[in-house]
């Protein structure tokens, strides 16, 4: 009888590697993660592999939460299988970081953030953006980021042991007021939780100490690029419920640690934001909560100045892309909208582009040409208004699709969006605006090549 021997796994390439080095870097991998790879790896593929995993007893799949999410089994009896194909660097770097996701599996609050970070994790993975330990700077040892290139950091890794992190009791105490309020305004009987811990996750004792005291931030990490730098976070199919002083103390820090780490010490606040969400519903959802004024509730509004909302799919993973570009919103402005004049800072309604024809001043009185001043610039009136939501900035646009509403004028209004925002467009903007369709394919390597902007 012959007698076979066991191949032993191998992890140097293909499917079986990138799965390997989510597992190791965000401690899980999520099977809806893969939602924002499908266009480079198709989910019956990696549905495939991870069986196989199980199979061969290496990665094992949780029970907890009705999400299909996966871990490494037994890690330490089996690393030795790793070493031939993953640095020292990566296996230490899960024993620290990666395994926090095994330590919060017993709590269905606590295994939902966990999905969530490693969705959003998965997501830069993906998208090329320096995510592993390999591919960035170790800023808890006190590693400069390098001036090139894009890396995202998790609310875990920001971690600290700076006692600015922590909140005052009077923080505290307005954060109980604010919870109590919504919690009732909800009908709500959930308790309100104080464990002090970032996203209230378990953590090792071994690296407790180095935890920042900051509760339920919703954030999920810090995206910093080149030129600008972002606050992650994920509503996934739901609203996101936050507290202002706390997203407004991590956009503080985060930017302490940005500007220590990377921008020379020249301080640069943090204003921006991006939100991944899944389905076009939950959209509509935080657009209407503009228009009924409950955005400080529900939305960042109130801490960030410009808020970009993307899908979590391949064509969120493209903008995402294009939004590690140094002026990336001038070179789209300069690639879309082609014959619009672009300097509308000063105008009273939030545009990004304006068509113009010449007047005459015969027949205009004085009187008149105060009154609409604002819309007449040297014998020049505007004839329209243009938009860009390729840029996906919602807050921006509803403050357009204001003016267009409340525009009585022949003045023209377009929006120019790509083929996955039409949708959305088209509930929301209503009968005021004209729609101007685009794909999203392709366009990183246009927008790459405009110079001079």
Same mark, same amino acid.
């Given at each position: 009888?012959?007698?076979?021997?066991?191949?032993?796994?191998?992890?140097?390439?293909?499917?079986?590697?990138?799965?390997?080095?989510?597992l190791?870097?965000?401690?899980?991998?999520?099977?809806?993660?893969?939602?924002?790879?499908?266009?480079?790896?198709?989910?019956?593929?990696?549905?495939?592999?991870?069986?196989?995993?199980?199979?061969?007893?290496?990665?094992?799949?949780?029970?907890?939460?009705?999400?299909?999410v996966?871990?490494?089994?037994?890690?330490?009896?089996?690393?030795?299988?790793?070493?031939?194909?993953?640095?020292?660097?990566?296996?230490?770097?899960?024993?620290?970081?990666?395994?926090?996701?095994e330590?919060?599996?017993?709590?269905?609050?606590?295994?939902?953030?966990i999905?969530?970070?490693?969705?959003?994790?998965?997501?830069?993975?993906?998208?090329?953006?320096g995510?592993?330990?390999? +591919?960035?700077?170790?800023? !808890?040892?006190?590693? =400069?980021?390098? #001036?090139?290139?894009?890396?995202? *950091?998790?609310? @875990? $890794?920001?971690?600290?042991?700076?006692?600015?992190?922590?909140?005052?009791?009077?923080?505290?105490?307005m954060?109980?007021k604010?919870?109590?309020?919504?919690?009732?305004?909800?009908?709500?009987?959930?308790?309100?939780?104080?464990?002090?811990?970032?996203?209230?996750?378990?953590?090792?004792?071994?690296?407790?100490k180095?935890?920042?005291?900051?509760?339920?931030?919703?954030?999920?990490?810090?995206?910093?690029?080149?030129?600008?730098?972002?606050?992650?976070?994920?509503?996934?199919?739901?609203?996101?419920?936050w507290?202002?002083?706390?997203e407004?103390?991590?956009g503080?820090?985060?930017?302490?640690?940005?500007?220590?780490?990377?921008?020379?010490?020249?301080?640069? +606040?943090?204003?921006?934001? !991006?939100?991944?969400? =899944?389905?076009? #519903?939950?959209?509509?959802?935080? *657009?209407e909560d @503009? $228009?009924?004024k409950?955005?400080?509730?529900?939305?960042?509004?109130?801490?960030?100045?410009?808020?970009y909302?993307?899908?979590?799919?391949?064509?969120?993973?493209?903008?995402?892309?294009?939004?590690?570009?140094?002026g990336?919103?001038?070179?789209?402005?300069?690639?879309?909208?082609?014959g619009y004049?672009?300097?509308?800072?000063?105008?009273?309604?939030?545009?990004?582009?304006?068509?113009?024809?010449?007047?005459?001043?015969?027949?205009i009185?004085?009187?008149?040409?105060?009154?609409?001043?604002?819309?007449?610039?040297?014998?020049?009136?505007?004839?329209?208004?243009?938009?860009?939501?390729?840029?996906?900035?919602?807050?921006?646009?509803?403050?357009?699709?204001?003016?267009?509403?409340?525009?009585?004028?022949?003045?023209?209004?377009?929006?120019?969006?790509?083929?996955?925002?039409?949708?959305?467009?088209?509930?929301?903007?209503?009968?005021?605006?004209n729609?101007?369709?685009?794909?999203?394919?392709?366009?990183?390597?246009?927008?790459?090549?405009?110079?001079?902007?």
């Amino acid at each position: 009888m012959t007698e076979w021997k066991t191949k032993r796994p191998r992890f140097g390439e293909g499917i079986r590697r990138e799965i390997m080095i989510c597992l190791l870097t965000f401690g899980a991998v999520c099977y809806d993660g893969f939602e924002s790879w499908e266009d480079i790896m198709r989910k019956d593929m990696s549905s495939r592999t991870l069986k196989r995993l199980m199979d061969e007893e290496y990665v094992e799949r949780s029970r907890s939460t009705g999400k299909k999410v996966y871990r490494l089994t037994d890690f330490e009896n089996k690393k030795k299988d790793y070493e031939k194909y993953f640095t020292e660097q990566m296996i230490d770097y899960y024993r620290t970081v990666g395994i926090i996701s095994e330590q919060n599996s017993g709590r269905k609050d606590r295994i939902e953030r966990i999905n969530a970070l490693t969705e959003i994790g998965m997501m830069m993975y993906a998208a090329d953006i320096g995510t592993t330990c390999e +591919d960035k700077a170790d800023i !808890i040892q006190n590693e =400069k980021i390098s #001036d090139k290139g894009s890396y995202y *950091y998790s609310v @875990i $890794e920001l971690r600290n042991d700076n006692d600015e992190w922590k909140l005052s009791e009077g923080q505290k105490e307005m954060i109980r007021k604010q919870e109590g309020e919504r919690s009732r305004s909800n009908n709500s009987k959930e308790e309100i939780r104080e464990d002090g811990d970032i996203n209230n996750l378990n953590i090792p004792k071994q690296i407790k100490k180095k935890q920042p005291r900051i509760i339920n931030t919703g954030a999920c990490g810090l995206l910093t690029c080149e030129s600008d730098d972002y606050i992650i976070y994920d509503t996934g199919n739901d609203r996101i419920w936050w507290s202002e002083i706390i997203e407004n103390q991590f956009g503080y820090m985060t930017s302490k640690i940005v500007t220590e780490k990377r921008r020379k010490d020249v301080r640069k +606040d943090i204003d921006k934001c !991006i939100v991944f969400y =899944k389905g076009e #519903d939950i959209l509509r959802e935080i *657009y209407e909560d @503009i $228009e009924n004024k409950k955005h400080k509730i529900s939305i960042m509004s109130v801490a960030y100045k410009e808020m970009y909302y993307l899908p979590y799919n391949p064509n969120g993973r493209k903008l995402l892309r294009i939004m590690t570009i140094s002026g990336w919103k001038d070179k789209m402005k300069e690639l879309y909208l082609k014959g619009y004049d672009k300097r509308t800072e000063r105008l009273p309604i939030v545009c990004d582009g304006i068509k113009e024809e010449i007047i005459s001043d015969e027949g205009i009185r004085e009187g008149i040409r105060e009154r609409i001043r604002e819309e007449i610039r040297i014998n020049k009136k505007i004839i329209e208004y243009a938009f860009l939501f390729c840029i996906a900035d919602i807050g921006r646009l509803y403050k357009f699709l204001q003016a267009a509403a409340d525009d009585v004028s022949e003045t023209e209004y377009s929006v120019f969006c790509y083929d996955f925002q039409k949708e959305f467009v088209e509930a929301v903007a209503g009968d005021y605006v004209n729609i101007y369709v685009t794909s999203i394919d392709g366009e990183e390597e246009e927008i790459r090549k405009i110079e001079g902007v």
